[in-house]
């Protein structure tokens, strides 16, 4: 079936060095794909949608793009900051019901000074 | 815009218990998700209902009830509650037909089962 997979567990960076979270996905369709992220504490809130059209979207100094060759939508940031710190979830729709989000396991980004 | 509502914020019942959470959508947001978070990480689907009918279960406990009414907010009914419930129970909220794009999650409620 149709899922999201995040190998990274738990990452744990220096800050200034860059950031790559894997997200990968099976799909029976080329759906949208999501990064939400979600500090100590909050809620999760959007980060990152991926775009129809192979543009790039960046948020906060993040960027991710869609590969549908290896059906990958890594999250990548030149250098890590402190505030950086919090969990990040891959996240894709339904393919029978957009209005219905699954989550990978979720990575937990720590960085450390 | 006070944003999405979620009450309580945190709330202790003793096994074989009851509860009852409480989510109040965005204005106008028809679409409302539920979802579990257990050991800080997973991101469970529990259950969506748009326009006041349930749509989509995921992994909804059956001795969980959920129901979205005439003002859009939606209230979990849980009962003979076993420590595995104890987690946090987040809703988010949409306009119908935008998905996972304009999700506004709640600051969710924290169940603890002992």
């Known amino acids: 079936g149709d899922s999201v997979t995040q190998t990274e567990g738990l990452v744990t960076l220096t800050e200034g060095l860059p950031v790559m979270l894997n997200c990968t996905y099976q799909?029976?369709?080329?759906?949208?794909l999501f990064w939400y992220v979600q500090h100590l504490n909050e809620a999760p809130k959007l980060l990152l949608k991926?775009?129809?059209?192979?543009k790039r979207p960046e948020h906060q100094g993040f960027h991710a793009t869609l590969h549908k060759s290896s059906s990958s939508f890594h999250l990548q940031k030149s250098s890590a900051q402190l505030s950086d710190s919090a969990l990040y979830y891959c996240?894709?729709?339904?393919?029978?019901?957009?209005?219905?989000?699954?989550f990978g396991s979720g990575t937990k980004l720590t960085v450390e000074p | 815009d006070s944003g999405v509502v979620q009450s309580p914020r945190h709330i202790i019942k003793e096994k074989g218990g009851r509860s009852v959470l409480t989510c109040i959508p965005i204005?106008?947001?028809?679409?409302v998700v539920w979802y579990q978070q257990t050991l800080g990480k997973e991101l469970k689907f529990l259950i969506q209902?748009?326009?006041?009918?349930?749509?989509d279960k995921g992994f909804l406990p059956s001795r969980f009830s959920v129901q979205q009414f005439d003002d859009y907010h939606s209230e979990m009914n849980m009962s003979a509650l076993e420590l595995e419930d104890s987690a946090m129970y987040f809703c988010?909220?949409?306009?119908?037909?935008?998905?996972?794009?304009?999700?506004?999650f709640g600051s969710g409620t924290r169940l603890l089962v002992i």
């Open positions: 988010a909220s949409s306009l119908p037909g935008q998905g996972g794009s304009d999700y506004t």
């Open positions: 799909s029976t369709y080329s759906p949208f």
């Open positions: 991926s775009f129809t059209d192979n």
């Open positions: 996240a894709f729709p339904l393919m029978s019901n957009y209005n219905v989000l699954y």
């Open positions: 204005s106008g947001h028809s679409n």
């Open positions: 209902h748009y326009e006041k009918v349930e749509r």
